[in-house]
């Protein structure tokens, strides 16, 4: 019986030698790729949903996970440490405990989904709250790694990028080629570098050949109160309902610029509001729960769509980044932002029925 057996072994040869010999993997990635009906009828497209919520600790970051620690294990790390918005930690948390590594973990006080929280907590990690953001808890973290024998896990690491650019091999080997526009959420702007990184890499005119006969146009979307590389500079003090991507100053800034500039693509921001709206949608027309920072890439999308920038026809793919699960308080809310209240029933079947619509 066949079982998929995580991104390293499955993409080996197309992964750097010092994330191969000491492999520590959950068997992440093999993620759907969901056809997502509602919002091709929408955008006049063929759009399709990549459920990276579905890996092992609930999002994309156990692709470069899994290359991250692995690398660590081969130069004999006995501890990591990473700062993060939250589902970095629980990823860096699970694959340091599989490896019998130490992991510390700086989040920024107060902002984190509590499912990420307790993932981190669950998986043994020692967690810091940082009395600052994201940008703070970075900074320090790499300071950290510097001066102590700890190594750094966020995606300024290099394995980290070459674990999450399977994502889009994965999406080329489902289609078959490569789709017209790839739409994702932009924080620290590690992911769309990745994606960016894979489709390159796996084209038929590459140094080692892919099955790809193109590449899509990389379209990113940042969070409206914290959307830097649309302004052209860091923002001091973001500010975001979707707290994963709650970043003012990226670390991957510049490559994201060259993924959206290579590819003919764009970076645009999309509100909180308009966050929210795709949010709904993706739960509740196409049945595929995501956290909120994740609907930015279908919420971008609508925003292109309205202005009139998607091409009838084309295949687009929306990479939703993280589980519904992890931040779950907003499915809770109705669209006028107030409370959803539960329809309280006694044991009777005549009542129970009446409330679910079956009898008048
Ligand atoms: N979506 C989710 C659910 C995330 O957790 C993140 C980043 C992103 C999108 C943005 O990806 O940073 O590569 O541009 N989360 C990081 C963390 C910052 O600490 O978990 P990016």
Redesign the pocket.
Known sequence: AHQWRGVIAEYAERLPENTRGTVVTLREGGTPLIPAEHLSELVGAQVHLKY?GLNPTG???DRGMTTAISAAAAAGARAVI??????????AAAYATKAGMTCGVL?PDGKIAMG?LSQAIAHGATLLQVDGN?DDCLTLARKLSEAYPVELV??VNPARIEG?KTAAFEVVDALGDAPDIHC???????????YWRGYRQYTSDAEQPGPATRRPRMW?FQAAGAAPIVLGHPVDEPETI?T??R?GN?A?WEF?EAARDESGGLIDSVTDEEILAAHRLLSSREGVF??P??A?SVAGLLKASDAGQVPGGATIVCTV??HGL?DPQWALKNADGSDVEPTRVPVDAVTAARALGLAE
């Open positions: 990276e999002s994309f970051k990473c700062a993060s918005t939250g589902n970095t930690s629980a990823s989040v990420k994201f966020n995606s999450q994702l959420p932009v924080g620290n702007a590690g992911n769309i570098t990745a990113g979707a994963a991507i970043i990226p991957s994201a995501v956290e920072a994740s930015a980044t993280g992890k």
